[in-house]
């Protein structure tokens, strides 16, 4: 068995506690309001826009035994460099407001789970961050795909409204592959804990990133979340 199918293993129960949260139940069945949509791409904007800070900070911590790691880093921030921007355009062609959502907080949940990223690439082991690219990568394959289209249809909003979800889904079907051939190479056990404890941990907040939407909808038509001070 390989690394890449050990910690799908290890870490089911955790993706299943992903998994259950409600809200996605509810996109993968369609019943999405156009409020609702906008909420999860604002918290994806607030997670996703550190995606290259975050990769470029593994790459200035990767020890020498891992070198051969930063020709992947590079390959990952070339490909991930803009989908921030990808988000804002999605919120605004929903009928959001870009400027509104790019200045607002971000949910708890939301905060915590880019938190314990940095933590975990700048205190404890920077190969763990691997953990989380196998949350978002593969929650991205499994779930964007499918909920976008129904999302599409019920919310009757045009293609380009998801190109995050569209987009990002394809590419990380190809990072699949490429985040397997990484992970065999860390043969360490204490750089495979670190990657399965971050996998767990990023499960656990994604999950409750994805709970708190429901709460998010109606604080947003309130006015709130306040905008971030200058």
């Known amino acids: 068995m390989t690394f890449h199918e050990q910690l799908a293993r290890v870490t089911a129960a955790d993706r299943e506690f992903l998994l259950s949260a409600p809200v996605i139940r509810r996109a993968l069945a369609g019943d999405v309001t156009r409020e609702l949509y906008v909420a999860f791409l604002t918290q994806a904007y607030h997670h996703v826009r550190h995606t290259v800070p975050l990769l470029m900070a593994v790459g200035a911590r990767v020890p020498d035994r891992h070198a ?3 020709d992947a880093i590079l390959h990952y921030l070339e490909e991930e460099t803009g989908h921030d921007e990808w988000i804002l355009n999605d919120i605004e062609r929903a009928g959001g407001d870009r400027a509104a959502a790019a200045a607002s907080e971000p949910a708890v949940a939301t905060e ?11 205190r404890r082991n920077p190969l763990g961050f691997f953990g989380m690219v196998h949350v ?21 909003l045009p293609s380009n409204a998801f190109t995050y979800l569209k987009s990002h889904g394809e590419l990380d079907k190809e990072h699949i592959n490429d985040l397997a051939g990484i992970l065999e190479r860390f043969t360490d056990d204490d750089d495979r804990q670190a990657v399965v404890r971050c996998a767990r941990g990023i499960y656990w907040l994604y999950g409750q990133m994805f709970r708190s939407l429901e709460t998010a909808v109606p604080l947003m038509a309130a006015g709130l979340p306040q905008r971030r001070s200058a």
């Open 136 to 156: 978002l990568e593969g929650t991205s394959v499994a779930l964007a795909l499918n909920a976008a289209g129904r999302i599409q249809q019920t919310l009757e």
């Open 112 to 122: 915590a789970m880019v938190a314990y990223a940095y933590d975990t690439v700048t």
């Open 68 to 70: 051969w790691l930063r």
